[in-house]
Structures are given as structure tokens and as C-alpha cells.
């Protein structure tokens, strides 16, 4: 392990044990995991393999993050709503497994939405609020592969979507 893993893992609290409590201890809330909007689920389990719709940037009922990169929205505003996106992952993987950390083996993958104006190129940039995020709650396990692309609109306006890939330990 390299030394930058290291202090990684050394900086995540061993001691918590459910992914709620991983987050409070970020300093950051967990909110419900959000219904479906339509005619699908928010998440299905297929072995060990959990598939999380794509989750958009929202705080209680409101998206605070609407219109494209490069044209309404500022580069750091489409980080923090990919940090936003990111929770509600977390809080749909909290559903699925009780709220237990253990329960995750791996954040295998993310797919980043990101609605942009033309000539907008930085969806990567955005999509590290999603990664950074996932990584600081999962550690190691949360490292992860991922597309960043970009889109010309998100369901409700929302300027970025998430969705995962997560293997499941046995319960």
C-alpha cells in the first residue's frame, strides 16, 4: 500500500459500523434514500452485484442545482451537486443493506451525467466531487472506475446525475 492509500485508511474511523454513522462522522447528512420517479427502483440486487439508478443532486425535495455546465452553472456548484448525487448513492447502498458498512465489499463503478453547455469539457473535473466523496466514505472499497459524460439535460433540470455499480459481501 502506498503511502497516500495509508493515511487514507488510517484517516477512516475503524470503529463506525454503519454507513450513516461513516457519514456523520464527515460532517455531512444523510438524507432518505429517494423514491423512484417513475416506473423503475431505485436499486436491485443480482447476486452480489448492487445496480443504484441514477440518483440526481437534491436537499429534502428541492434540486438545488439546475441548467448546464459552462452556461448556468459554475464548475464548483456542478462538484457540490456531484457530492449531492454522491449522498444519494450512499443513502440508496444504506437502504439495500440496512445501513451496514460491512455489507460493502467495493464501489465497483460510477457513471457521472453531467448536463453541459457546448464546449464545456471539464465533466471530469465535476465528476471527482461524486469519486472524492464516495472515496472518503468507503476508503479503499470506494475507489472505483467511472465515466464522466456529458449530456444536454438531466431529469428535473438537475445539472448532474449518479449512478453505481456496488459488490455486496453476504449478510
Do not use: W
Not at 441514477?54 to 442545482?65: D, K, W
Not at 457530492?83 to 457521472?112: N, P, S, Y
Not at 433540470?157 to 455486496?168: I, K, M, P, R
Request: charged share 15%; aromatic share 4%.
Amino acid at each position: 500500500m502506498n503511502t497516500v492509500n495509508a493515511s487514507l485508511e488510517s484517516s477512516i474511523d475503524s470503529t463506525v459500523s454503519t454507513i450513516s454513522a461513516r457519514v456523520a462522522a464527515l460532517g455531512l447528512t444523510l438524507e432518505p434514500a429517494a423514491a423512484p420517479a417513475a416506473n423503475y427502483v431505485s436499486f436491485v440486487q443480482d447476486g452480489h452485484l448492487l445496480h443504484i439508478s441514477g440518483q440526481i443532486a437534491r436537499r429534502g425535495n428541492a434540486v438545488p442545482y439546475t441548467g448546464q455546465l459552462g452556461a448556468d452553472v459554475t464548475e464548483a456548484d456542478g462538484i457540490e451537486a456531484a457530492r449531492l448525487c454522491a449522498l444519494g448513492v450512499v443513502a440508496q447502498i444504506a437502504a439495500a443493506t440496512g445501513d451496514r458498512l460491512d455489507r460493502v465489499a467495493r464501489v465497483v463503478k460510477l457513471g457521472v451525467f453531467v448536463a453541459s453547455a457546448p464546449g464545456f469539457s471539464r465533466q471530469s473535473v465535476v465528476a471527482n466531487g461524486a469519486s472524492d466523496l464516495i472515496v472518503e466514505i468507503f476508503g479503499e472499497a470506494g475507489r472505483h472506475a467511472r465515466s464522466a459524460v456529458g449530456v444536454a439535460m438531466l431529469p428535473a433540470g438537475s445539472a448532474v446525475e449518479v449512478d453505481a455499480v456496488v459488490a455486496l459481501r453476504e449478510h
